[in-house]
């Protein structure tokens, strides 16, 4: 484990724990080398799944890069950290119930965006602008429409 503030590899467990339900392990650890201190987190992987990228290749499912993907575009929005993980487990859980194997990452992506629509509509917009690839305003005024159809018009600022 590489210490993110002076990134030796010399550390300690100070403290464990069961988080999140019993999902994951919390650990509190100290760096050896320069002294502070840092969480991790340690989770069982539940199920073995490959994705079918785009382009015909294939990558074992990575949690990280799907955590990663929802915290970008939930950036500076009124979404807590155990919000994402809320989102992403339940991106996992459908995953599982599909039964599959390999499973494209079109159909990953768009089980991610429905569950953003559910949590923030910026933070899905955002998702959505990035992994539909937008080319144009006009494509993403169309799914702004969308969704304004959808949800009914935004309430009035004071």
Excluded at 42 to 64: H, Q, T
Excluded at 68 to 73: D, E, I, K, M
Aim: aromatic share 6%.
């Amino acid at each position: 484990m590489r210490c993110p503030h002076c990134g030796g590899s010399n550390d300690k467990v100070v403290d464990s724990r069961a988080s999140q339900g019993g999902a994951a392990i919390r650990r509190r650890r100290e760096c050896l080398d320069c002294g502070e201190r840092f969480t991790t987190y340690e989770y069982v992987e539940a199920f073995s799944l490959i994705l079918i990228k785009r382009d015909g290749s294939r990558e074992p499912y990575d949690r990280r890069k799907l955590y990663t993907g929802v915290q970008t575009a939930c950036a500076r929005r009124p979404v807590s950290g155990e919000q994402i993980d809320e989102l992403v487990r339940a991106v996992e859980t459908r995953l599982q119930n599909l039964g599959n194997q390999e499973v494209p990452t079109r159909e990953v992506g768009e089980i991610v965006m429905e569950e953003l629509s559910k949590l923030d509509q910026v933070a899905y917009v955002r998702f959505a602008s990035v992994y539909r690839d937008f080319k144009t305003a006009e494509e993403f005024r169309e799914e702004l429409d969308r969704i304004s159809a959808e949800t009914g018009p935004a309430p009035e600022a004071d």
